[in-house]
């Protein structure tokens, strides 16, 4: 490693456990803050595509997480109109033998990582943030303070915490966390034994997706466009959310109805984070949400953060100096994270359409172009690696 012994993550989420994870697995020693008293992470869903799980097989997780998840057979994505009439089916590639895509609930993935940490002796501190930290530039190891009252030299410092990201704030003032205009809503659903396709639904204004995220369980999320800073009482999230999304029929139709008092529901306003380069200060880096936060139309977020690791354990093992390093690194990851970004806003504007006539002309572009359109972006994205 080029001087690399002791590195600092902060964040505990799918960046920083992995970034834990791949670094240890090299030898490097690292330490973990989490601002969570408790290490709890939201429930719902998400999937990940092939390239997502190329980087899990390279950390060392990848058999509990095919055994905890649901790998859609043949990678297929499934759209209907709002109605439940049928438009067409699509079907994801499979890289290098993986599923071309799987389904896991969040908690379950956060499990496994936590245990491949704790089988790897990386120290965690939960309940603790970030004090002091002196400015980024300058070449010695910096000295960060920590809120239990420690403080120590770590050669890097690797901001893994999110679109709010306290490290970020602190190095990259300049950047911040922008409104996408959307809010996304999430709930969790027995899965039908019959249900094992991703299911995409494109309303007016609107969309809805079905995934199956275990044998027992899928999710179900919905899209549109919501005011900024808005604010829902999370009790009143089922009831929302049915309402929101009641015109859709099909496959969705059941798990709306479904919706009540007792549910597992989730609301997030969508928001952005574009950083230009450099993604480093000094011995300061990015990495994942608090450096490229996308949009969730094309479920390219939690593999993103994942390959961030990856690639970042593998440019810090080269024979360079740290800045060439981390130059590096971003030089590599910030055109994929570009076009994830570029093409998800271009999806979602697309599923934002309000007139009825417009979403039909889509609807057909869909069925005409859709597995063109799929085949077009994993290929840019394997010519971007």
Known sequence: MPRIDHAL???????????????????????MVEKQRAWKFLSSGLFIYSNGLRALHAIGVLPPI??????????????????????V?????????????????????????????????IALKLGTTVIRMPPAGGGA?????????????????IGADGIRSQVRAEAFAHIAPAYSGFGVWRSVHDRPRGLDAKIMMMGVGKRLGIMPISEEKL???????????CWYAPADWPALMRERFGQFGGPAAPFLHQLGPGSEVLYTGVEEVIAPLPWHAGRVVLIGDAVHASTPFMGQGGAMALEDAVVLAEVLAEPHPLEEALRKFAARRH???????????????????????DCARRNLELRRDGQGKVDAFFAALERLR
């Open 141 to 157: 190891p910096p000295r960060v303070a920590l809120s239990d009252g420690s403080e120590d030299a770590f050669d890097l410092v």
């Open 219 to 229: 999710y179900m999320f919905g899209v549109m466009l919501e005011p900024q800073d």
């Open 9 to 31: 993550i902060v964040g505990a989420g799918i960046a920083g456990c992995s970034a834990a994870i791949a670094l240890a697995q090299q030898g490097v020693r690292v330490t």
């Open 66 to 87: 095919l055994e905890a998840g649901f790998a859609v057979p043949g990678g297929r994505n499934r759209y209907f109109d709002q109605d439940g009439s049928f438009i």
């Open 335 to 357: 055109p994929m994270c570009k076009l994830v970004q570029d093409v998800s806003r271009q999806v979602g504007q697309a599923g934002a359409l309000e007139e009825a006539e």
């Open 89 to 121: 089916e699509t079907v994801y590639p499979s890289l290098e033998g993986l599923p071309a895509i799987l389904g896991i609930k969040r908690a379950e993935l956060h499990r496994i990582l936590a245990s491949r940490i704790d089988e790897l002796g």
